[in-house]
């Protein structure tokens, strides 16, 4: 069972990568922020949406994938894979729900690496569908920030 732990500071004061910050189950997207330098960009004025990977969904990757990602070398790789993970605009749960009802069950987002994620619904979960057809669940939703809102996915996401 997956727990999430956010500290008890006002996360809605917080910008993004704070709320990562606070959360124990997010250390390894905050290393891999940081690799990818792209911390000021995630601090900046937004709005982003976030889905935030756990560090679960960094360890089910393929041994060896997230230690070559993080070496200097691979840092626009790297980077091209986090911004995957992002779109402009404050997206609540809600009004994803809204978008995939609306659109007849699949609602497409453009995220900031132009990349598409597709959303759909699995009973009450929204699940995410990459670029290589891999799912990922949204565990967690509407972690506010001053920047935007993050939202929980149980999988790392990746682009074509």
């Known amino acids: 069972m997956l727990t999430f732990c956010f500290s008890t500071v006002s996360i809605a004061q917080s910008d993004i990568v704070d709320v990562a910050l606070s959360?124990?189950?997010h250390t390894t997207l905050v290393a891999a922020v940081k690799a990818a330098d792209?911390?000021?960009t995630l601090k900046g004025e937004g709005p982003f949406t976030v889905f935030?990977?756990?560090?679960a969904a960094f360890d089910a990757l393929p041994a060896g994938t997230l230690e070559s990602l993080l070496k200097p070398e691979a840092k626009s790789k790297l980077a091209s894979i986090l911004t995957y993970h992002v779109v402009a605009g404050n997206f609540k749960a809600a009004d994803v729900v809204a978008a995939i009802k609306k659109s007849g069950g699949k609602f497409t987002i453009k995220t900031v690496n132009g990349?598409?994620?597709t959303a759909s619904l699995k009973?009450?979960?929204?699940v995410l569908t990459d670029g290589n057809g891999n799912t990922s669940?949204?565990?967690a939703t509407d972690l506010k920030a001053s920047n935007g809102v993050?939202?929980?996915i149980d999988s790392v996401v990746l682009p074509k």
């Open 137 to 139: 669940t949204i565990t």
């Open 38 to 40: 792209l911390v000021n």
């Open 123 to 126: 009973g009450d979960k929204v």
């Open 150 to 152: 993050v939202h929980v």
């Open 23 to 25: 959360s124990k189950d």
């Open 115 to 117: 990349g598409t994620l």
């Open 52 to 55: 935030a990977p756990t560090n």
